[in-house]
């Protein structure tokens, strides 16, 4: 059994998370394997994201006065919660799929994105948004296309006009 200075840490370091955190994801476990824990957990590291078993009273504790203060209702039964700091697409992409290919171990609870609370359906929603880097990839595309249309533009009158030139010359070498 942990101390109460031992809880203390335990809830400074969960209030903490929240706090630097733009989107969690409340999930339920059961039956879960050693291997099926782990797998989420690398799925998770590899987008940036953490993911910790939680005691639902640190839980209530730790998200009170902070913007995830919604999903307390949702810490009952056996809780883990999955943090991310960065792009939420694809913190939404992960988990969505793992549970969906996971189900018999893990139910979705609750979600907080970006300051709303969402259920599974709508995580299902953002992950299939394109991610941060698709969507700027594709406004970089927009912003060059008319610059690249431009060159080819100016390109195709010299190339043209050599063109015409050629022709005549051998127009005037068959005579």
């Given amino acids: 059994?942990?101390?109460?200075?031992?809880?203390?840490?335990?809830?400074?370091?969960?209030?903490?998370?929240?706090?630097?955190?733009?989107?969690?994801m409340v999930l339920s476990f059961n039956r879960?394997?050693?291997?099926?824990?782990?797998?989420?957990?690398?799925?998770l590291r590899e987008v940036g994201a953490k993911y910790q078993v939680v005691k639902?009273?640190?839980a209530r504790l730790a998200v009170?006065?902070?913007p995830f203060e919604a999903i307390s209702d949702h810490f009952r039964g056996m809780t883990a919660?999955?943090?991310?700091?960065?792009?939420?697409?694809?913190?939404?992409?992960?988990?969505?799929?793992?549970?969906?290919?996971?189900s018999d171990f893990f139910a979705f609870k609750a979600?907080?994105?970006?300051?709303?609370?969402v259920d599974f359906k709508q995580v299902e929603q953002?992950?299939?948004?394109?991610?941060?880097?698709?969507?700027?990839?594709?406004?970089?595309?927009?912003?060059?296309?008319?610059?690249q249309r431009l060159a080819s533009v100016i390109q195709a009158?010299?190339?043209?006009?050599?063109?015409?030139?050629k022709q005549i010359a051998d127009k005037k070498a068959e005579q």
Avoid: C, H, Y
């Avoid at 879960?32 to 799925?43: F, H, I, P, W, Y």
């Avoid at 953002?126 to 610059?147: G, R, T």
């Fill in 32 to 43: 879960v394997t050693v291997a099926k824990d782990q797998e989420l957990r690398n799925q």
């Fill in 64 to 66: 009170k006065n902070t």
């Fill in 111 to 117: 979600g907080f994105i970006d300051g709303r609370l």
């Fill in 1 to 24: 059994m942990k101390t109460r200075k031992q809880k203390q840490e335990i809830l400074k370091a969960l209030t903490e998370q929240f706090q630097r955190s733009n989107a969690a």
């Fill in 81 to 102: 919660v999955a943090f991310t700091e960065s792009d939420p697409v694809v913190f939404s992409k992960t988990i969505s799929k793992f549970i969906k290919n996971n």
């Fill in 157 to 165: 009158v010299p190339r043209n006009l050599v063109v015409v030139m």
């Fill in 126 to 147: 953002i992950a299939n948004l394109p991610s941060k880097e698709e969507l700027i990839s594709k406004i970089l595309f927009l912003l060059n296309a008319p610059a």
């Fill in 56 to 58: 639902n009273t640190l």
